[in-house]
């Protein structure tokens, strides 16, 4: 079993930058691709961004230019650098991992910016 525990999330301007951070524990083996995805009040999930174990990066059009997913293996830890938030950013923020064949989430983090 993979846990995966978020931080990072709270309140900020519009504008403003956040850092989350998402670290696995557990018994794990070795953790593939990692991403960030959120869920705004009455929407649907939607992935944010994607880095894979060798660090290939895939983003969300909406967060193009703002936002930077990273990987820290060695600490089984992603980030997710956000940068020139909006009030649209504002959202619960899960991590997302894949290990041994299965996918895990974190518990979230809220994230919400003010205009």
């Known amino acids: 079993q993979v846990q995966l525990v978020e931080s990072g999330g709270g309140l900020v301007q519009a504008g403003g930058s956040l850092r989350l951070s998402c670290a696995a524990s557990g018994t794990i083996f070795s953790i593939g691709a990692m991403s960030w995805h959120r869920q705004a009040p009455g929407k649907q999930r939607e992935l944010v961004a994607r880095i894979s174990s060798g660090g290939d990066t895939n983003y969300a059009d909406s967060v193009k230019g703002r936002f930077t997913i990273s990987r820290d293996n060695a600490k089984n830890t992603v980030y997710l650098e956000m940068n020139s938030l909006k009030p649209d950013d504002t959202a619960v923020y899960y991590c997302?991992?894949?290990?041994?064949?299965?996918?895990?989430w974190g518990q979230g983090t809220q994230v919400y910016v003010s205009s």
């Open positions: 997302h991992a894949l290990s041994g064949g299965m996918a895990y």
